[in-house]
């Protein structure tokens, strides 16, 4: 017997009922980034790796997906390097393409080859698979949607305002309560020079973004193994676990960071940002969180994390602003600041919250049940009625035994079953049978559709 077929980890099959959910979630999130000017894009599946290598950290670089090059790979390889068994040396001669970690740097090489045809400042949206090689866990897959919005091209705080209001009107649209968090990569910036510790940023952000997941001592135990110095490892704890109101933080900082030219500018951001927001009246929490880094090492200024309150899941939406990503391209002095929704968790979190609404999920709304090739003649000019009206409807398409056809319409949880007999086709009406009351009306085409609509 063939073994049964399988898929890789971290990726997952979708049911209809579970596409209808997912749906649900792309059109609400697209119907939010339309309302606020974002334009939609698409790039490939694959990336020149030149393109994405080096964007993410080494550890973001450890997680991308290579494609093997076709035909010959062996060519041009002496058996020294195969013998060498050296796997990063030889993935960069079997490999010239990867599947794409993120739709962000795929973005920023975007606006360089097109830059003559984009109006800026220009706002894009994006909805796409993205892959990862990583570990996969609950709410983490190595095959995910990211739903991104990007403005690239303005330098105004009020795009990261803008941003946070589209999350907010977007989970409030769920019915999902969330913290909304936001630090500055320029506060920790300023944060790592007063530790006497600016060349290791990267490694200090590294370890403080790990901080929810592997607890302070692990995270500390990090920081040494990377030679910061344990002076400067306990000047840093008080400051990443700040306590208080916004305003209070704010305030600490600016007198913690005072001999910092870019802490204090990362701490203006922030308070323009906040104040800004508070008076907009946000329906979800706002938090400034010390504790946040998102360890990419392309995020210069204000960097975001949405949090569900009522499920335990890791972020659920994320990003910051990033003046120098279209610089790796050849293309410096453009700034770009955005968000990415992660579509998978909030799948998973509307499921444990029991959160869809009833007809986001309902797929045929009405079965006509085939009784023969009359019945069904007499029905397909009711279909293409009520189809016409905007009402999803279907036929059985074979002539079964009713019961078989009736557990056909409860397996697709059809919510009205359309019966045609000799008497209905007789009286020119059909009856039309409620599958949970168990109702039944004797009705013409017209209070057919009145009664769907």
Known sequence: MAAKPGIPKGTRDFSPVEMAKRNYIFDTIREVYALYGFQQIETPAMENLSTLMGKYGEEGDKLLFKIQNSGDYFKGLTDEELLGRNAAKLASKFCEKGLRYDLTVPFARYVVMHREELALPFKRYQIQPVWRADRPQKGRYREFYQCDADMVGSDSLLNEVELMQIVDTVFTRFGIRVCIKINNRKILSGIAEIIGEADKIVDITVAIDKLDKIGLDNANAELASKGISQEAIDKLQPIILLSGTNAEKLATLKEVLATSEV??????????????????????????DLTLARGLNYYTGAIFEVKALDVQIGSITGGGRYDNLTGIFGMPGISGVGISFGADRIFDVLNQLDLYPKEAVTGTRVLFVNFGDAEMAYSLPLLARLRGAG?????????AKMKKQMAYANAKAVPFVAIVGENEMAEGKVMLKNMTTGEQRLLTGEELVGALQ
């Open 391 to 399: 009402i999803s409807a279907e036929i059985y398409p074979d002539s």
């Open 263 to 288: 802490g204090l500018k990362g701490v203006e951001e922030s308070e323009f940002i906040l104040n800004t927001l508070q008076a907009l009246g946000l329906k979800n929490e706002v938090e400034l």
